[in-house]
């Protein structure tokens, strides 16, 4: 099944999300939407609880408290398997790939979630598409481990975006990368969003990348959201600026 063809219905919606760890409120009542088509870029300083977050929209952890609907379907409890199915992907903030596999095969194994009943042809088509949307037609049977750090980063993408997924979850990207590299991952992942209509939440520090692709930009501390809203208006924000987003500015 490719979820990015079902563009209507696909919002994930997360209430009320609290987490605890032995007693640390990790999340406090965290409540987002991700629509069809649109980005929302998640800031806050370490241990804010963006990860977290992910991790419980994921099926990783599961929430102590709240609800997560996708398409209409209750998923908090859900394994991560039935979440793929559904055409919720993430990807993580270390490389989870397979050292000794082609990027091609590396990126073939993102088609766990597709219909069972997918042909070989199809299948190829798929691999095929991800490694163009990502450049990476010409390493395609190249060992992931011999690639640089830029080149494996894509080859994560392209497995995350394969399934065309209904929302993409993608969890600090551009770290690690230079400016040209992370600038165009930003248009792969537009005209990605653009053929697909993924809803999809981004954690990065790097402020410009983030901007370059967030419809909305929300703000976490210490557990909560403390601000959400468009980019501009959020950056605006004095506090937001000295506080949460100093190093990040810092860094690019």
């Not at 979820?3 to 987490?19: E, F, N, Q, R, S």
């Not at 007693?23 to 241990?47: H, K, M, Q, S, Y």
């Not at 102590?64 to 199915?85: D, F, H, S, V």
């Not at 537009?190 to 053929?195: E, L, S």
């Amino acid at each position: 099944m490719r979820h990015g063809d079902m563009a209507g219905g696909t919002t994930l919606v997360a209430a009320g999300i609290v987490k605890h760890f032995q007693g640390v409120v990790a999340l406090d009542g965290v409540d987002i939407a991700l629509e069809p088509g649109r980005v929302t870029g998640l800031f806050g300083p370490n241990g804010s609880g963006k990860t977290t977050l992910v991790n419980c929209l994921s099926g990783v952890l599961t929430p102590t408290k709240g609800t997560i609907g996708l398409g209409g379907t209750r998923i908090e409890n859900l394994a991560r398997e039935r979440r793929a199915r559904l055409g919720l992907v993430r990807t993580y903030q270390n490389l989870r790939l397979f050292p000794a596999l082609s990027v091609a095969e590396n990126v073939e194994t993102g088609l766990f979630a597709a219909d069972p009943a997918l042909g070989g042809k199809a299948r190829r088509q798929l691999i095929d598409e991800a490694l163009d949307l990502q450049g990476l037609r010409p390493h395609a049977h190249k060992a992931v481990s011999t690639l640089p750090y830029g080149l494996q980063k894509r080859t994560e993408i392209a497995r995350a975006l394969i399934s065309h997924p209904r929302v993409l979850l993608l969890d600090e990207p551009a770290a690690g990368l230079g400016a040209g590299d992370w600038q165009s991952l930003v248009e792969s992942l537009k005209v990605a969003r653009q053929q697909m209509g993924f809803a999809m939440l981004l954690i990065d520090h790097n402020v410009a990348f983030v901007t370059a692709l967030a419809d909305t930009l929300t703000v976490l501390a210490n557990g909560r959201v403390i601000l959400s809203g468009e980019p501009q208006h959020v950056l605006a924000n004095s506090e937001v600026a000295r506080i949460y987003l100093g190093d990040a500015h810092a860094a690019t």
